[in-house]
Nanobody, 126 residues
Framework: QVNLVESGGRVVQAGDSLTLTCDANGDTLRRYSIGWFRQAPGKDRGFVAAISWITTVYEDSVKGRFTISRNIGKNTVYLQMNNLKVEDTAVYYC?????????????????????WGQGIQVTVSS
């Protein structure tokens, strides 16, 4: 599987935009399904967005505000976050699995995913 490192997290104000980056090494992401997840203080880790081939899926609260994309040449996945809200504050994780072939499986929190990044903090202030 692949090693993942997130970056781009910081403190922003409500309404701002921010892009998180997930750099992969050890394998090409071309064959992987990739997802972004987040864990807010006192809450379980939850699904945010996923991409498998050209198909994407989003958690309802981020639809229309967040966009997941990837650059195969750079072996990188992005999460563009617009109109951030205080409730988006969380540690964000990217995850990838070569053997998961659908976005629906990626957003099912019971699906084991092989590779995870260490997480990056995003704080949205009011």
């Amino acid at each position: 599987q692949v090693n993942l490192v997130e970056s781009g997290g910081r403190v922003v104000q409500a309404g701002d935009s921010l892009t998180l980056t997930c750099d992969a090494n050890g394998d090409t992401l071309r064959r992987y399904s990739i997802g972004w997840f987040r864990q807010a203080p006192g809450k379980d880790r939850g699904f945010v967005a996923a991409i498998s081939w050209i198909t994407t899926v989003y958690e309802d609260s981020v639809k229309g505000r967040f966009t997941i994309s990837r650059n195969i040449g750079k072996n990188t996945v992005y999460l563009q976050m617009n109109n951030l809200k205080v409730e988006d504050t969380a540690v964000y994780y990217c995850a990838a699995d070569r053997w998961i072939t659908s976005v629906r499986a990626m957003c099912d929190m019971s699906t084991p995913i092989a590779s995870w990044g260490q997480g990056i903090q995003v704080t949205v202030s009011s």
